[in-house]
């Protein structure tokens, strides 16, 4: 049983913006400021585009149409799908969100905060829903994060470096799973070998240079003023100054490293594995490591084509492409995206607004309906915390070391 620190039952008076700027002004408020005195048509110009896309490609459905898979097909192969393996795409997503809500809970423990794991899904849940359904959503999720840390008993230096430690330790996790898939797969080996032997190459020719003491100083002379930069120019300062503050607020010990590469790999090892029950099915014959390639390709595509928050439209339509690239026919391979899809993120962003509404962000909602929605959400999340003591993850050691205790 865990010890926690419970969250005051009104914020803070100092919770402010993760990157305050040096005029008083959070870097929020700067942003509104400037974006205040942009005509419209500019601050809605991403927007504009996205709608654009949207539209044109709706316009392109005549033109394709006997290009397009069978709708009856489609909704066959989904309604004759196993529930043995549909379970298995909904304990997985569920994993995978648990995954990531351990990590940060962790990262908080590690920097002498003690969270209610209750807490710890629900903001992960709402943040993740801010996030896939907001324009600008990122940005609105990790200030909302930032402000439910804060409200949580956390320092503002250490809600940064939680934010900023988690984003770089899942990215890292998501490159050496990526690089894992490309290796096992016969046809990307080559490239991916290819790829990785430049920066090795490099680093093994750097390593006898740095050694020497002259040499290491002409080499990191760009760091070194790129950083003192960062530091001289107003906008960039803070960012550079809580950046730099995240080694003094976070010190995790081996068994701490442990835990959060654990949890970080298991975050994406389970959406895979979600991919995979789904292909799994509705009959989509296709290897592991194909799956595992068929997601990261469109988790670049939903990045590099966002024509929709939560990348809807790039992410289904490279993954279909994907599985029938690997051998998969074209209306159960759109079956099986259409059911992931439904599960990994209609299903989760449910959740994550029922996670918001149950924190009470919103003010102006009624107390009856907030009381409700409260309700549910807290059902929701004791369910999902069922699911995380049971999943294989929970043997990860999530005891802090007694030192750190608050």
Same mark, same amino acid.
């Given at each position: 049983?865990?010890?926690?620190?419970?969250?005051?039952?009104?914020?803070?008076?100092?919770?402010?913006?993760?990157?305050?700027?040096?005029?008083?002004?959070?870097?929020?408020?700067?942003?509104?400021?400037?974006?205040?005195?942009?005509?419209?048509?500019?601050?809605?110009?991403?927007?504009?585009?996205?709608?654009?896309?949207?539209? !044109?490609?709706? #316009?392109?459905?005549?033109?394709?149409?006997?290009?397009?898979?069978?709708?009856?097909?489609?909704?066959?192969?989904?309604?004759?799908?196993?529930?043995?393996?549909?379970?298995?795409?909904?304990?997985? =997503?569920?994993?995978?969100?648990?995954?990531?809500?351990?990590?940060?809970?962790?990262? +908080?423990?590690?920097?002498?905060?003690?969270?209610? $794991?209750?807490?710890?899904?629900?903001?992960?849940?709402?943040?993740?829903?801010?996030?896939?359904?907001?324009?600008?959503?990122?940005?609105?999720?990790?200030?909302?994060?930032?402000?439910?840390?804060?409200?949580?008993?956390?320092?503002?230096?250490?809600?940064?470096? =939680?934010? @900023? #430690?988690?984003?770089? %330790?899942?990215?890292?996790?998501?490159?050496?799973?990526?690089?894992?898939? &490309?290796?096992?797969?016969?046809?990307?080996?080559?490239?991916?070998?290819?790829?990785?032997? =430049?920066?090795?190459?490099?680093?093994? $020719? @750097? =390593?006898?240079? &740095?050694?020497?003491?002259?040499?290491?100083?002409?080499?990191?002379?760009? %760091?070194?003023?790129?950083?003192?930069?960062? $530091? #001289?120019?107003?906008? %960039?300062?803070?960012?550079?100054?809580?950046?730099?503050?995240?080694?003094?607020?976070?010190?995790?010990?081996?068994?701490?490293?442990? !835990?959060?590469?654990?949890?970080?790999?298991?975050?994406?090892?389970?959406?895979?594995?979600?991919?995979?029950?789904? !292909?799994?099915?509705?009959?989509?014959?296709?290897?592991?490591?194909?799956?595992?390639?068929?997601?990261?390709?469109?988790?670049?595509?939903?990045?590099?084509?966002?024509?929709?928050?939560?990348?809807?439209?790039?992410?289904?339509?490279?993954?279909?492409?994907? +599985?029938? #690239?690997?051998?998969?026919?074209?209306?159960?391979?759109?079956?099986?995206?259409? @059911?992931?899809? +439904?599960?990994?993120?209609?299903?989760?962003?449910?959740?994550?607004? &029922?996670?918001?509404?149950?924190?009470?962000?919103?003010?102006?909602?009624?107390?009856?309906?907030?009381?409700?929605?409260?309700?549910?959400?807290?059902?929701?999340?004791?369910?999902?915390?069922?699911?995380?003591?049971?999943?294989?993850?929970?043997?990860?050691?999530?005891? !802090?070391?007694?030192?750190?205790?608050?």
């Amino acid at each position: 049983m865990h010890e926690t620190v419970a969250a005051p039952a009104r914020p803070p008076a100092d919770v402010e913006s993760p990157f305050p700027l040096g005029d008083g002004r959070t870097a929020e408020q700067a942003e509104q400021a400037e974006q205040a005195d942009r005509p419209w048509w500019r601050r809605k110009a991403g927007l504009i585009v996205q709608w654009a896309l949207v539209l !044109a490609a709706v #316009a392109a459905i005549p033109l394709y149409g006997d290009e397009l898979p069978d709708l009856g097909a489609i909704w066959s192969a989904a309604s004759h799908a196993d529930p043995g393996w549909l379970t298995m795409v909904v304990l997985s =997503v569920a994993g995978s969100m648990g995954a990531f809500a351990r990590l940060q809970r962790r990262l +908080l423990r590690v920097g002498g905060l003690r969270m209610p $794991l209750r807490r710890a899904f629900a903001i992960t849940y709402a943040g993740n829903a801010l996030s896939t359904t907001l324009p600008a959503g990122p940005a609105v999720s990790v200030v909302y994060t930032f402000r439910q840390f804060r409200r949580g008993g956390a320092s503002a230096r250490l809600a940064t470096a =939680v934010i @900023l #430690a988690g984003g770089v %330790i899942t990215t890292t996790a998501y490159t050496l799973v990526g690089l894992l898939a &490309l290796l096992t797969d016969p046809r990307a080996r080559g490239p991916a070998l290819i790829a990785m032997a =430049v920066p090795l190459l490099l680093a093994v $020719l @750097l =390593v006898p240079v &740095l050694r020497r003491p002259r040499p290491r100083a002409v080499v990191t002379a760009p %760091i070194r003023r790129a950083h003192r930069f960062a $530091l #001289a120019h107003p906008k %960039i300062a803070p960012y550079a100054e809580r950046l730099a503050g995240v080694r003094d607020v976070l010190r995790p010990t081996r068994r701490d490293w442990a !835990a959060l590469a654990s949890l970080a790999l298991l975050n994406w090892v389970f959406d895979i594995l979600a991919l995979l029950s789904a !292909a799994n099915a509705v009959g989509v014959d296709v290897p592991p490591t194909g799956v595992a390639l068929t997601y990261f390709a469109a988790q670049a595509a939903g990045s590099m084509l966002p024509l929709l928050p939560g990348g809807l439209g790039a992410i289904e339509g490279s993954m279909a492409a994907s +599985l029938v #690239a690997f051998g998969a026919t074209m209306s159960p391979a759109v079956a099986a995206v259409g @059911l992931y899809r +439904l599960v990994s993120y209609w299903a989760v962003v449910g959740v994550g607004w &029922l996670a918001w509404a149950g924190l009470h962000e919103h003010a102006r909602l009624g107390a009856r309906i907030r009381a409700r929605l409260a309700s549910a959400g807290s059902l929701m999340m004791d369910g999902l915390m069922a699911f995380a003591f049971v999943t294989h993850y929970t043997t990860v050691p999530m005891q !802090a070391p007694e030192a750190r205790r608050p």
